[in-house]
């Protein structure tokens, strides 16, 4: 089996038909995709080489990627976890080295607070951790060591911890940056251009990972140098000169 995977996590038609559109448009590397995804779901629209795991889901929603995460196979070694609404779009090739060196290689969310995340504080308090400005990482786009017990802690844990929670309107993004942070698990930071929002926040560089339901606007990988840009009215606009 190939070291590394490309994994979705998706359940119902129209998360699958995303699916179809992330790996057609995507310059994905040549390596192995597999789908994860409940029992029911019809995936007879994916091409035919992405493999298909099938498992029960218990959370709604958003939550139930924590249970899929913890279904990733261990075997599969080295996985890129991507939301169905991303288009990569550059060399990706940075996540999986610092993933296989430090186990979890994420970038952090444009609301970067994790406690001011919906008041997520009042969880952070619950759980023990003092709300001090800790980060909140985006998790529609995870590289990380499938095989490695303590990276399968976060999600374990952030399962856990979910459960305990009867109404969650957080999704599982700060349950899984708030796990880290109660296992003292520090992952490898990307930069932003390994999951850009298309949010307003501002560009430096290139962008390598498109993460948005917006169309991918088509200056998206010639940017002008000396410039910071950001997504403004369905194009990337320059924001800020900067010195070359």
């Not at 599969?76 to 060399?91: A, H, K, N, Q, S």
């Not at 003092?130 to 017990?149: D, L, T």
């Not at 979910?162 to 003292?184: R, T, V």
């Not at 997504?231 to 070359?244: C, I, Q, S, T």
Request: charged fraction near 20%; proline fraction near 7%; hydrophobic fraction near 45%.
């Amino acid at each position: 089996m190939n070291r590394r995977t490309i994994v979705f996590l998706a359940w119902g038609d129209a998360f699958i038909n995303n699916v179809g559109r992330c790996i057609a448009e995507s310059r994905l590397p040549d390596y192995p995709i597999l789908l994860i995804t409940d029992n029911e779901t019809d995936v007879a629209c994916l091409p035919s080489h992405v493999a298909v795991l099938r498992r029960d889901l218990m959370f709604p929603g958003k939550l139930a990627k924590l249970e899929l995460l913890s279904a990733v196979p261990d075997d599969l070694e080295t996985v890129l976890f991507l939301d169905v609404d991303t288009r990569v779009i550059g060399d990706i090739s940075l996540g999986f080295e610092k993933a296989e060196r430090h186990g979890v290689a994420m970038a952090a969310a444009p609301h970067y607070s994790l406690e001011d995340f919906r008041s997520f504080r009042s969880v952070m308090v619950r759980e023990g951790v003092s709300p001090c400005g800790q980060m909140i990482y985006n998790s529609g786009v995870i590289f990380f060591a499938a095989n490695r017990p303590e990276v399968r802690d976060i999600f374990s844990l952030a399962r856990a911890t979910a459960n305990k929670d009867e109404i969650a309107p957080w999704g599982d993004q700060p349950y899984i940056s708030l796990a880290m942070e109660m296992l003292g698990f520090n992952p490898y930071t990307l930069s932003p251009s390994f999951n850009h929002r298309a949010f307003g926040e501002l560009i430096s560089g290139s962008i390598r990972i498109w993460h948005s339901y917006s169309p991918l606007p088509a200056e998206a990988q010639n940017l002008s140098p000396g410039y910071l840009h950001r997504y403004e009215n369905g194009a990337l606009v320059k924001a800020v000169k900067v010195p070359l």
